[in-house]
């Protein structure tokens, strides 16, 4: 069975900080760039992050850019999102996926569900 799986969402004071990690069953996560999506209530599903398959290419929305840093580790079949000085607007469900696609604007703009995707984690801010 091939899936995704997330971990390290949690509460935390606004300017504090969280990594998550996003590990790989029945595939190899090295052969796929990967990527961060965040979904809130109420609004649409938006890219936050993406990282090549090599991890030589790395795009953040801007919102994101300077707080933000996304690595992969593949030998360990996994992919972090590293979040600092988080604001209460990075509250979201954070879902890692392996899209059809290179990370780039459309990698982050991806809308469908084609690919592999977590069934996500959650991220509070609140003081």
């Known amino acids: 069975q091939l899936h995704l799986v997330e971990s390290g969402g949690g509460l935390v004071q606004p300017g504090g900080s969280l990594r998550l990690s996003c590990a790989a069953s029945?595939?190899?996560?090295?052969?796929?760039?990967i990527g961060w999506f965040r979904q809130s209530p109420g609004k649409e599903r938006e890219g936050v992050s993406c990282?090549?398959?090599?991890?030589?290419?790395?795009l953040y929305t801007d919102p994101v850019k300077g707080r933000f840093t996304i690595s992969r580790d593949n030998a360990k079949n996994t992919v972090d999102l590293q979040m600092n000085s988080l604001k209460s607007e990075d509250a979201a469900v954070y879902y890692c996926?392996?899209?059809?696609?290179?990370?780039?604007?459309?990698?982050?703009?991806?809308?469908?569900?084609?690919?592999?995707w977590g069934q996500g984690t959650q991220v509070t801010v609140s003081s």
């Open positions: 029945g595939f190899t996560l090295g052969d796929y760039a």
């Open positions: 996926a392996a899209v059809p696609s290179f990370c780039g604007d459309y990698f982050l703009s991806y809308k469908g569900s084609d690919g592999y």
């Open positions: 990282i090549g398959s090599t991890g030589g290419t790395k």
